[in-house]
Structures are given as structure tokens and as C-alpha cells.
């Protein structure tokens, strides 16, 4: 298809980059409800000169035209009752996708938000029978530049800090009650690391599409698959509204076509994980099992720990051989100049394409990464067609609209392994051009249900709604080895929901008519 | 054309409904009332009925005009869709199958209560009058396509209790040693009883704790 | 009302086509039956679905008439009737169809007046909206079982009466190899069923006041 570019400038800028890789490894979130219409669009317009782009950024940047790096990156996002709250009119809020209208809350049945993950456990702020309407989130190098910012933000509001009201009721560290929600990488001695608090390095596997920044080398593995071999990108109407996407149109969008355009919609979650019972388990489940605890903890995620995929790296010794080379090849970037840095990065690079340049057709009967591993459920690549090539349209055809871009962060601390109760997870946040179709079916087929693995209701272990501690996970056996499959049971739930909501993230376009109050449906 | 596709029988019938009742309700009404009213699943009239994979009732109003340039077309008739997929490996399978619905559905007296606005249905006060009256409303199927298997309803049943107990065995009997494991599996194969009609899973089973029929 | 029994969803769709194409479109349904051309069907068994889906096409004077009294159908086009019982929800089956196998699909509804072809999907979406008619009752004998369950079943329960038979005078080392190998044999069958997960919110708010009408709470 011909492709248009992507108006980077009109595009916010969590969309397309992910902050922590451009040297933002900390965030602060802040939600608000709007009392007043008029000081919401008048707020929302002093905001605006605030707002991060998409616009790259360069080494010898200006401000003036959005490609210096600034200290923080600001973004915001609506719900439909925020939308509505600020006057958009009538006939677009009736264009927005039925997910998005009904907020998360609404959505807990298809989500199996129960139990544990019930809305009555969440953090005061989202159980509040009154919504959310707008989301402010900074993302920055130190806590003391982000307050900077939160504390420059608040003052916008001016004479209307009632009418522009700052939503408390986020549990804190210490289990007080917060007016926002802090996350941060995990930093090992001193160092920026991509773990989350189950010890996994996370989002490995981002979705690479046309028009996104990154250099082109991250299609490998991010893209959907070429049909004589290797990766191409997807199309930008998954992931942005107003461009075409993989079923050869524009995504549903909403009225007037300006109001969608360049925008999409974002899921916010906040995981609490249950650090205690997932160590305990490792430590029951593996006295029997005979790969050893470090194995299991791999055939549970698909990954190692060092985020070295199963389907490449089967053997405890080739992942750890693997984490060797990289610290390696990361050292020697740092320590080398001129040519030989070239070669580094290079070698570096090929390290970090290894991570993702794989299909589940290399091991279809799941020997090396279990068919219902948590990496094999959220993103099965080719896996469902079965190995019967030529059955689908593509081999990849039943994964590639279910591809989400993750934009979260872990939060709070869990040094102590042995705890539970401790405030510390992750923020999820997934973004795509269709809530319903992307993240609400992952969650509610691959992660909480089995079918389309051909493993009835068996749950993801990581992630699935687990009742009590029956989940049970099956380790297949490999098609070559004499050993039998291996049985989990007494899976407990390890993750559970403590909020969150359904946000619309519109373009500076749409802001500005939006702040305007100039949006018009027909 | 084949309603089969191996054991498997598609059988579709479209009865046409009488143009009215004599009451302030027509046909077509009081029959989705009463259809909508059915209990589910393993109180359906239809789960007394053997070989009955599953099952449909719908009121067939109308076509759908798909607007200009195509035509407009109404029915002159409104009909009774009843639609099976059943276990059928021979025509007269499928007579016997209807004796059985005449019989049993719903503990029998079923079918004339749901057929009772069906036209031409007034001289059906038998089984064989019932066989007679569907096979002149029934439809040909010009394509079948089975995605499941065509076992006798009663193998598919047995086989899922299987298929659940066995799972259940295998998780909870890990890692034991020999002569253990073969005594607690001679045991399961005791109670389970794999090649006898019973326990099984019962005929729309939709909860886990009424499931099993001993 | 409901077009759902547990994993099962019933879908009805009647759409219409001219006699000339319903002639065409049959002599293609027969060439499917023919095992030379099976392999067409095999993009719908790989995307396993489905329990049973059927097409029937249907002439005007085919519509059954029980009695001189019942006034004879006068139509204009010829009918095809497409029955289907899947799993998963109504938006899940309607896009993997599109997005896996719309060739296939755009062969079974050739030329019917107003198809859009399988692709893009919101036409799609909208054709069989428009087009699909309500269940009144629906039932399955088996409402926690997907059509991979009852296929996994089967293996399971043939496996499992032969292996009795073929271990029934072994010795326990001899039992336990023989297990262990079955259990190898079937991994691809063992997870546990349930009921399903709910995939409509509309079906849920049906069921649930069902349980309150009924005085089950």
C-alpha cells in the first residue's frame, strides 16, 4: 500500500516513542475531574505548549520546532466522560467505539477483573462512583524534574483548582493515600534495568509499524512476517487512527475525521504483583520439577529472566551464555571509540535481534516454549495456523490486529521477595487503534482462557485470573526427549487488578479543538 | 448434496406458521414468547432428545431487503426454523431420530406445544404423522462442513468426562513410583469406567458441579 | 433469546443471489465435497472454530408448502441459508474469517447481492449484521465444551480404552513407561473445561436476570 507519513508533530509523543528508552525512566501520573467545562477547555489550552511530540529528537535540536530532548515529556489522554465533560458534542461521543464509552470499570466481566482483581479491592481513586476525565502523565530522568513539572501544572489552574480537580486516592509505599501515581524502572546497582518486579525483563516485544521512529532494524520480530522470510511493519492504522490499517481500510474513528485522526486510544492498568506467592511458588513447583527453578520461571513467561526466548535459547546454559555476551557487548560499546565502537554496536545489535527474531514455527509442539507460556499467549506470531502452511491468508493473519504497543513501568519497591502486601508492580499501558479488538481480546482469550492454544480454560500462569490456587500449567514435552510433560498445578493468582481506566489519546490537532470547544460533528 | 458429512446429519426444516391465532397476538409472537421462555441447557426440551449435538429454534419473519438495486422480496409465509446438527449415519436414522424428538423432547408433549402454530399440523397426533410432517417441510443442506468429530452423542459426552477426569489424574498423580501409579490408576479406570455408557457428562451440562451422571 | 449455549454461539445468516448464481455456486459447494478440492475447506479446520456450519441454497419453490391452502413463495432471487455453531465471540469469528481465510470466504458467498467481500472488515462486519437473524433457543449438548474439546476428547478416550487393554498384564515399571508415553501422546489434551469465559455483556445482563427471574441467585 502507499504509505503517508506520519505527522510526527501532530502525533503525542508516548505513542510513537517509548520514553524509557530515551533516557526516562521515571513517571508520575496524574488524573483529574473536570467540574467545569469552560475552565476544562481553558486549562487543556494552557496545557497545550506543554504537550511532547513525536518529533525526533536531535543531538543539536531547538526547542522551537520540538526536536531538542526536553527534561520531561508531558502527555495527556480523556475518557469518554471527560470528552463528554469538556463539550465535545453529542453526535462525536456517539461515534466513539463501545469499549471506550463504557470505561474499564463497566468491562471487568470480559476482563475478569473478579475477586482479587474485583473493582472493590481497587485504589480509592478508581473506585469512586464519579469517573476520571483527564490523564497528565510526566515522564522524566529524576523525581526533582518531574515535581517541577507536576507543581508548574497544578499552578496552570489558576483561580479553577476546584473546577480542575486533583484526583487523590492512589495507595502509596507506605499504603497512605496519594494525589498520584509514581512509577520508575528498577534500578539494580545504580543501573537503569528493564525487569519488573517478578525479576523478568519486560517489554521486549514491541509492535514496529510505518511511520514509527525507531531505526529500521526493530521491524525484526516487531513487524508481522514476510512472506518469503524475515519482517516487514505493520500498518499504522493498528496502532494511529486516519491511516489504513491491516484489514485494508481505516480503522473505525470518530467524528469529525480531525477529531481521531492522528490519535488513538490507551488502556491503564495498575498490576499489583503478588511477589511473595510467586517466589514461594517457584520455590514449591520447582523441588519437583527437573529442569531446575531458573527453567521453570522460563517455561512460565516463554522467556528467561534475562528476557532470552525459549524458542532460541532452550538450555539454562545457552540463556546465561547469552546474558554473558550481552553485559559483554554492552561493556565493550561503552569502553571502545570510533571503528571498533561501530563493531560493537553492530554485534550489539545482532544480540538484541536474537531476543525477538523467532516464530513459534520453529517449535510447534511447544518442547522449547510451552504453547501456553505467557510470551507464546500474548503475541503467538505464527503459531496459529498450526504449521499447516498455506491454510491462512498469512501465517500470521490471527496475531497481527491483536498487537498492542506497551507504554508502562513498574512501581514501588520489592526488595523483600518474601512479601505480598507491599505496594509494588506495574503500570500497564497498552495503546492501539482499538480497544475491544487489541487489548480487551488478548486479555479475555489469550490470557484468561485457553481455546485458541487448544488448551480448553487453562489460564497464561503469569497473568491469568486464577481462582484460589487451582490454575494449572502444562510443560509440553519435546517431540525428540524421553521425558513425559511436565503438570503445574496450584497456580495462585499472582497478578491482580488495582485500577485504571479507558483514556483517548487525541493529536495536537484534536487538542486544540478540543481546548477551542470548536469540534463539530457534521 | 449432502445433509451428511459422515455420521454427522444436517437437518434443517422450515414449517410455515398459520396467518393467525384468533387472539390479539400473532403466531409468530406467541411462538418466540414461548421459545424465548425455554429453560437452557440441560433443562432444554431438546436434551431428552439422543443424538442431539445441538440445536436451533428461530422464527423466520422475513428475508432481508438489501436495498436498490436489488429487488424487494417478502415471504408470503412466516416459518418455524428448526435446525440440528445430529447424529444420523442413514436417512432412517434420522426418521427415528424425529420418533424420538415426537417421544421425549422436553419429557414428551414438546412438540405439538411449539409446532401447535405451525400450518397443516392440527393432523399430526403421532410419531410417524410428526416424521411424515417434517421431512415434507425439510430443506437439503448443499454444504456440510463437520469441524468436530460424528460420534454417537453418548461417545462425545463420555469422551469429555474422560477427557476431564483423566486431566485431573494426570496433575494430581505426578512423579509417583511405579507399582503407586498403577494402583491409582487401576483404581480411576475403576471409577471412571471408560467403555461403559456410565459415568458420563449429561446431555447439556453447563456447570461443573451437576456435570457428571453416575 | 439468545444465540448463545455456553462456547457455542449460533449465527443465521439468509442471503440472497440470483437462480443464475445459486446454479453456479452449487456445482463450486459439490466440487468442495470432492476430496481432490477438501484442501479448500482446510483454512476452516485449521482455524477450528467451529462444530458444525452448514449452507444450504434454497429455490423459491422449495420453500415447504403442507398444503394447497398455503399461499406458494414468489421471489425473486434464491436464498442461501448459512448456519454455523462456533466458539468465541461474534466479533472473534467474523474477523479471523476475514483476516485468515477471506478467498474461501468470498467462494462460498460468491456473488450473493450485497457482498462486500471478506475484506476490509467493517463492509464485512456490517453485511452479516444486517443480515443475520436472531436465535429464539439454542442448545448444546455440551455448553462447556469448544469444538477443540470434543476433538482433544476423543483422542483421550480412545487412547485411554487401549491403553488399558494394552497394559493389563504389566508389570509396574512396564505400567509406568507405557503411561508415561501416553501421557507424551496426549499433551495436546489435557487442560481442564469449564464454563466459558463471557464474551458478550449484553448476553451476560440476559443470563443474570435469568437467575433472578428463576430465583437462583
Known sequence: MNDRAVDLHDVQGNIIKAYPRFGFPRARYLFFRINDA??????????????????????????????????????????????????????????????????????????????????????????????????????GGTFEQIQRCHDRILALRGASADAIQLLDGHRGPDGQKLPYQDASAIFINDEVTPREHFGYADGISNPFFKGSLADSSNVVGGGKR?????????????????????AFEYPAAPVPNLLGDNGTYLVYRKLHENVGSFESYLNEASAAYPGGREMLAAKLAGRWRNGAPLVRY?????????????????????????????????????LNESMVDFDYTEDPAGGRCPIGAHARRVNPRSALEYGEQGAFARPDA?????RILRRGMPYGDSRDRTDDQGEHGVIFMALGADIARQFEFVQQQWINYGNDFRRANDKDPLLGNHEQDTGRFLIESDPHAAHPPHFCSKIRRFVETRGGDYFFVPSLTALHMIADGIVDPT | MSNHSDRAYGLMVLCPLRSETGQDQSP????????????????????????????RFFVLNDVVYQGKPAALDHLKSKYLAFVAEIHAPEESDVDEYLRLMWKLAGGGGFVPKAWQYCLGFESVTNADQFVEYMRRCQIQTTLYFNGSTDEPLAEQLKALYLKQEFTRFAYEHQGLPPAALQDAFRAFAARVRPSAATPTWRPGASSLATAVIE | MSNIAGKAY???????????????????????????????????????MIHYARWSIVRPSEFPRVSAAQPAEELNYNYMFFFSNFNGSWAQYVDSFSAAIPDGLNSLWHNNIGWPKAVPQQPFHSYVNDNQLWTNHYYSAYPMAASNDVKAAKQVKDELREFIEDTLQDAPDQFSRKYHALLKRLQDSLSCMAETPIVSLAHQAVVEQCRVDEGIV
Open chain 1, 38 to 139: 469552560k475552565a476544562g477547555r481553558g486549562f487543556l489550552a494552557k496545557l497545550l505548549p506543554l504537550i511532547t511530540t513525536s518529533a525526533p529528537w536531535l543531538k543539536e535540536g531547538n526547542a522551537a520546532d520540538g526536536s531538542a530532548r526536553p527534561d520531561v515529556a508531558t502527555n495527556v489522554a480523556f475518557t469518554f466522560e471527560g470528552l463528554r465533560r469538556l463539550g465535545v458534542p453529542q453526535a462525536s461521543l456517539q461515534s466513539f467505539p463501545e469499549a471506550f464509552a463504557s470505561g474499564m470499570k463497566a468491562r471487568r466481566a470480559i476482563l475478569g477483573d473478579d475477586g482479587p482483581s474485583a473493582p472493590d479491592k481497587w485504589d480509592a481513586v478508581w473506585q469512586d462512583p464519579d469517573p476520571v476525565h483527564l490523564f497528565v502523565a510526566i515522564c
Open chain 2, 28 to 55: 409468530e409472537a406467541f411462538l418466540r414468547d414461548f421459545l424465548n421462555d425455554l429453560p437452557q441447557h440441560e433443562l432444554s426440551p431438546m436434551a431428552a432428545v439422543p443424538n442431539t449435538y445441538l440445536c
Open chain 1, 398 to 402: 490471527l496475531s497481527n490486529r491483536r
Open chain 1, 314 to 350: 532452550p538450555t539454562e546454559a545457552s540463556a546465561n551464555q547469552f546474558g554473558e555476551e550481552w553485559a559483554r557487548a554492552k561493556k565493550q560499546i561503552a569502553e571502545s571509540r570510533g571503528v571498533e565502537r561501530e563493531r560493537a554496536k553492530r554485534h550489539f545489535s545482532k
Open chain 1, 226 to 246: 514476510r512472506g518469503a522470510g524475515g519482517w516487514e511493519p505493520l500498518e499504522t492504522g493498528e496502532f494511529l487512527l486516519g491511516y489504513a490499517d491491516e
Open chain 3, 10 to 48: 449460533a449465527m443465521n445468516l439468509v442471503t440472497p443471489l440470483t437462480e443464475l448464481t445459486a446454479d453456479f455456486n452449487k456445482v463450486v459447494f459439490f466440487g468442495l465435497e470432492i476430496p481432490l478440492f477438501k484442501d479448500k475447506l482446510e483454512g476452516l479446520l485449521t482455524l477450528s
